[in-house]
């Protein structure tokens, strides 16, 4: 079974300061996928970023990039230079590549606050 | 270039009606998922179709929810006689096929609250 843990339920940050979100995840299968979502207050969910298994280099779009550490099994989130358009809840997420299915399976989630 | 469409956005039912969700994918995307956001909590798989087909249920109550997607039209996301925990977001969520790195697009989400 895949699981994905995101610990801090709630983050703030300054504008223009970069954040970590945190997410480690496990599983037994060698290849998988990890993906990070935006859900604003609106309620929609949006595709940020995504990194493969087998990956060599952490994944990177605009101002988000994606600390990979196989070994620890974490793929956190980095958010440079914040904005307040960047006030939302953030879901970490997993789809094994091998007999998973196509599902993702998501943590519950961390609510990051960009203050002035 | 529309993308994953779903309607209604709000619903409300009355204890022991039906629910009826629709989500329309992507064009050119031919698999659809759909996952149920209770609140204050991440999303949970229900299910996972392409056209005709269910191809992974594994989420899914196994009493009163259903789900299709036809040949034609959109798929549709069944709860017959809502009880007061079926009350969430259901969000669809669209891919082309053979893309496992895809992240999906998912649409806005229906917001089911039954009172």
């Known amino acids: 079974a895949q699981k994905i843990t995101q610990t801090q339920p709630g983050m703030f940050v300054q504008e223009k300061e970069a954040v970590t979100l945190d997410c480690t995840y496990d599983?037994?299968?060698?290849?998988?996928?990890l993906f990070w979502y935006k859900q604003p207050s609106s309620g929609e969910m949006i595709f940020l970023i995504y990194q493969g298994s087998y990956d060599q280099q952490n994944a990177t779009e605009g101002r988000y990039s994606l600390n990979f550490q196989k070994a620890r099994k974490s793929a956190n989130l980095v958010i440079s230079a914040s904005q307040l358009g960047d006030s939302a809840m953030y879901f970490c997420?997993?789809?094994?590549?091998?007999?998973?299915?196509?599902?993702?399976?998501f943590g519950t989630g961390t609510q990051l606050k960009v203050e002035l | 270039n529309a993308g994953v469409m779903q309607n209604p956005r709000h619903l409300v039912r009355r204890r022991g009606q039906e629910a009826r969700l629709r989500c329309s994918p992507m064009?050119?995307?031919?698999?659809v998922y759909w996952y149920r956001q209770l609140p204050e909590e991440g999303l949970k798989f229900m299910v996972y179709l392409q056209k005709e087909n269910i191809i992974d249920e594994s989420g899914m109550p196994k009493e009163r929810f259903s789900a299709e997607f036809p040949k034609e039209g959109p798929s549709i996301l069944r709860i017959q006689q809502v009880v007061r925990g079926d009350s969430a977001a259901y969000f669809c969520?669209?891919?082309?096929?053979?893309?496992?790195?895809?992240?999906?697009?998912f649409g806005s989400g229906t917001r089911l609250t039954v009172v």
């Open positions: 969520a669209s891919s082309p096929q053979g893309r496992a790195d895809y992240g999906y697009t």
């Open positions: 064009k050119g995307h031919s698999h």
């Open positions: 997420a997993m789809r094994v590549l091998t007999g998973g299915g196509n599902k993702l399976t």
């Open positions: 599983t037994s299968d060698p290849s998988y996928g």
